[in-house]
């Protein structure tokens, strides 16, 4: 059986699930059909065209990269334009391009956590908006014979999921009542009398946001011609914020106190730098550390409000280096290029795993060609 495009899809959901994407983001497949099969597969940076044309050459069925192709509905497709010469390429050669951006930052072990380990820090936490997830309980009433089928056709999805456990519900029996009005077709009972019939009730949660497909999902092989369900919203605890794991950023700490400068200089001989910029007392000390992957501008109110002396990111501005020499505090500027390439491998390594644990003949590679685009001069 054909690995598909659409399979691949599923295994990217679990390590960057599209929930956690920014509104604004645009995650998923950019260009291609779920139903593409996959014998090579590639994982990249960013769709550049030199990227692309070198995945057609290659052969490549699927590409993966963290940033999107299309960020913004397109109007048009020209294909003078770079994006519409990289999706008329993409098509000629039957090339499925699928990114895995904010989704893949935000994750439990994703682009935030990776930076973290890599440049040495520990008990990592959220830094900036964490996300806690909206859970709902959905319960389904179903006639003896079909409890096995609606559960079989739960558990296809995310539904039942509490922490690490999968496949939770609870069924209790009872009995309902009816009564088919002149023009209804009903699977049991006769129009205009009340019917009681032996029903079970089967409960379990699930993701908000995927309350409309799982209930689209369960119709298809329920047996009522109205089906009977209830939908309520659950007030989801995770206790304090720190202990939630998905988010923007994060906090960590280092095993030794040790000075800005050396610590900076650690950070460039780890991710093989050829530059980066520093700003703050060279000798001021440093235990903990706040992080974030690609433009990190936009957490800087929450570093300041943290405890973390120093942080570390990409795309930082002037003024956020004032900012920081006036509260005392350290900037760490490692490039957007830099803090995000270190996925590349890791990825490539994650799904290779997965898919040989599953017996999936895919061959997956790491384009190792990518330079950041700005230089030293």
């Given at each position: 059986m054909n690995t598909t495009v659409a399979d691949i899809i599923k295994i990217m959901e679990t390590l960057a699930p599209s929930r956690l994407a920014e509104e604004w983001d645009?995650?998923?497949?950019?260009v291609g059909s779920v139903n593409w099969p996959v014998k090579r597969l590639s994982v990249a940076l960013d769709p550049t065209?030199?990227?692309?044309?070198?995945?057609?050459?290659?052969?490549?069925?699927?590409?993966?990269?963290?940033?999107?192709?299309?960020?913004?509905?397109?109007?048009?497709?020209?294909?003078?334009?770079?994006?519409?010469?990289?999706?008329?390429?993409?098509?000629?050669?039957?090339?499925?391009i699928f990114a895995a951006h904010t989704n893949l930052d935000y994750a439990v072990n994703g682009l935030n956590d990776l930076l973290g380990s890599k440049i040495g820090l520990k008990n990592l936490n959220v830094m900036g908006r964490a996300i806690k997830q909206k859970i709902c309980k959905l319960v389904f009433y179903v006639p003896p014979e079909y409890e096995q089928n609606?559960?079989?056709?739960?558990?296809?999805?995310?539904?039942?999921?509490?922490?690490?456990?999968?496949?939770?519900s609870f069924r209790n029996k009872g009995k309902g009542s009816f009564r088919p009005g002149t023009s209804a077709?009903?699977?049991?009972?006769?129009?205009?009398?009340?019917?009681?019939?032996?029903?079970?009730?089967?409960e379990l949660v699930a993701p908000k946001r995927e309350v409309a497909g799982l209930i689209k999902h369960v119709r298809e092989i329920h047996p009522y011609e109205t089906m009977a369900y209830d939908v309520y919203p659950l007030w989801n605890s995770t206790g304090n914020?720190?202990?939630?794991?998905?988010?923007?950023?994060?906090?960590g700490e280092l095993e030794k106190e040790t000075e800005l400068a050396a610590f900076a200089q650690r950070i460039k001989e780890?991710?093989?730098?050829?530059?980066?910029?520093?700003?703050?007392?060279?000798?001021m000390p440093v235990r903990k550390v706040a992080i974030c992957t690609g433009s990190g501008s936009g957490l800087m109110k929450a570093f300041f409000s943290s405890a973390a002396d120093v942080y570390v990111s990409g795309d930082l501005r002037y003024h956020d280096a004032r900012d920081a020499e006036a509260a005392g505090k350290g900037l760490i500027d490692i490039?957007?290029?830099?803090?995000?390439?270190?996925?590349?491998?890791?990825?490539?390594?994650?799904?290779?795993?997965?898919?040989?644990?599953?017996?999936?003949?895919?061959?997956?590679?790491?384009?190792?060609?990518?330079t950041d685009p700005f230089i030293p001069v």
């Amino acid at each position: 059986m054909n690995t598909t495009v659409a399979d691949i899809i599923k295994i990217m959901e679990t390590l960057a699930p599209s929930r956690l994407a920014e509104e604004w983001d645009n995650p998923g497949l950019q260009v291609g059909s779920v139903n593409w099969p996959v014998k090579r597969l590639s994982v990249a940076l960013d769709p550049t065209p030199d990227v692309v044309a070198n995945a057609c050459k290659r052969g490549i069925d699927l590409l993966i990269t963290h940033h999107p192709l299309i960020f913004r509905p397109l109007t048009s497709l020209d294909i003078s334009t770079p994006a519409g010469a990289i999706i008329h390429e993409a098509l000629q050669h039957q090339l499925a391009i699928f990114a895995a951006h904010t989704n893949l930052d935000y994750a439990v072990n994703g682009l935030n956590d990776l930076l973290g380990s890599k440049i040495g820090l520990k008990n990592l936490n959220v830094m900036g908006r964490a996300i806690k997830q909206k859970i709902c309980k959905l319960v389904f009433y179903v006639p003896p014979e079909y409890e096995q089928n609606t559960l079989d056709a739960l558990f296809q999805t995310d539904a039942g999921r509490i922490g690490e456990y999968s496949c939770c519900s609870f069924r209790n029996k009872g009995k309902g009542s009816f009564r088919p009005g002149t023009s209804a077709k009903p699977f049991m009972g006769e129009a205009g009398v009340i019917s009681h019939v032996d029903e079970v009730r089967i409960e379990l949660v699930a993701p908000k946001r995927e309350v409309a497909g799982l209930i689209k999902h369960v119709r298809e092989i329920h047996p009522y011609e109205t089906m009977a369900y209830d939908v309520y919203p659950l007030w989801n605890s995770t206790g304090n914020i720190q202990n939630v794991k998905e988010g923007a950023g994060r906090i960590g700490e280092l095993e030794k106190e040790t000075e800005l400068a050396a610590f900076a200089q650690r950070i460039k001989e780890t991710l093989g730098l050829d530059h980066m910029k520093m700003a703050g007392r060279p000798d001021m000390p440093v235990r903990k550390v706040a992080i974030c992957t690609g433009s990190g501008s936009g957490l800087m109110k929450a570093f300041f409000s943290s405890a973390a002396d120093v942080y570390v990111s990409g795309d930082l501005r002037y003024h956020d280096a004032r900012d920081a020499e006036a509260a005392g505090k350290g900037l760490i500027d490692i490039g957007h290029f830099a803090s995000e390439h270190i996925l590349v491998n890791i990825l490539a390594e994650r799904l290779s795993r997965i898919l040989n644990e599953t017996g999936t003949r895919v061959q997956v590679e790491a384009y190792e060609r990518e330079t950041d685009p700005f230089i030293p001069v």
